[in-house]
Structure formats: structure tokens, C-alpha cells
């Protein structure tokens, strides 16, 4: 295994790990109901996205 050293000019790195793994039965109940993001073009697309999905999941009952 090789070493490479990053000189980050005092920036912090912390190694991650990505886990990619899929659960088929939930991913295959749930596919339709979750927000899809692979082809969103900024960051404002998307929380516009998640508002208009989320609002009508939003307590009516004057709670928080």
C-alpha cells in the first residue's frame, strides 16, 4: 500500500467511509416516496424540492 502526503496548508482532513449498500425490500416500498436527487441542478433546487415535499407532512395542530 502506498502513502500519499497532501500538504493542506492548515486545513483539516478527516477520512471518511462510504458505506454504499441498499436495502432491497424498503428501497423497493419507499422508492416512489423519496425525494430523487440525481439530476438536480443547484442547491436552491433542492430545498425548493424538499419544502414542497415535506409540506404536506407538517402538523396542523399549532404544534412545532
Known sequence: MKTTAVEL???VLIPGLNDSHLH???GGLSYNLELRREDVPSLADALRMLKAQA???RPRN???
Open 62 to 64: 399549532g404544534c412545532a
Open 55 to 57: 409540506e404536506p407532512l
Open 24 to 26: 432491497l425490500i424498503r
Open 9 to 11: 496548508r492548515g486545513r
